[in-house]
């Protein structure tokens, strides 16, 4: 069974920079899709970024040109690296693998002056 285990969540004030980190372990055929998504309380979770078995990318509007999604294949391990981090950006953020499809066990961010 695929296991995917996050890391990196934290407080930090606007502006700041954060890096998220997962690592996916099992027995694991092939990458394919990978990215985060983060939830707020009483919102839906949204995609943040997805990075495609092939490498390419794509961003939720409102964080393009601030964060960016890459991978270490090697490794299988995705991250997403937050920069300019404002209090919207506040949520829990899950990593997801597309296949089989799991989901991390998530992790929170905060931004807060």
């Known amino acids: 069974q695929l296991q995917l285990v996050e890391s990196g969540g934290g407080l930090v004030q606007p502006g700041g920079s954060l890096r998220l980190s997962c690592a996916a372990s099992?027995?694991?055929?092939?990458?394919?899709?990978m990215g985060w998504y983060r939830q707020a309380p009483g919102k839906a979770r949204e995609l943040v970024a997805g990075?495609?078995?092939?490498?390419?990318?794509n961003y939720a509007g409102s964080v393009k040109g601030r964060f960016t999604i890459f991978r270490d294949n090697a490794k299988i391990t995705v991250y997403l690296q937050m920069n300019s981090l404002k209090p919207e950006d506040t949520a829990v953020y899950y990593c997801?693998?597309?296949?089989?499809?799991?989901w991390g066990q998530g992790t929170q961010v905060t931004v807060s002056p």
């Open positions: 997801y693998f597309g296949a089989p499809e799991t």
């Open positions: 099992g027995n694991i055929a092939e990458i394919n899709a």
């Open positions: 990075i495609s078995g092939g490498g390419s990318t």
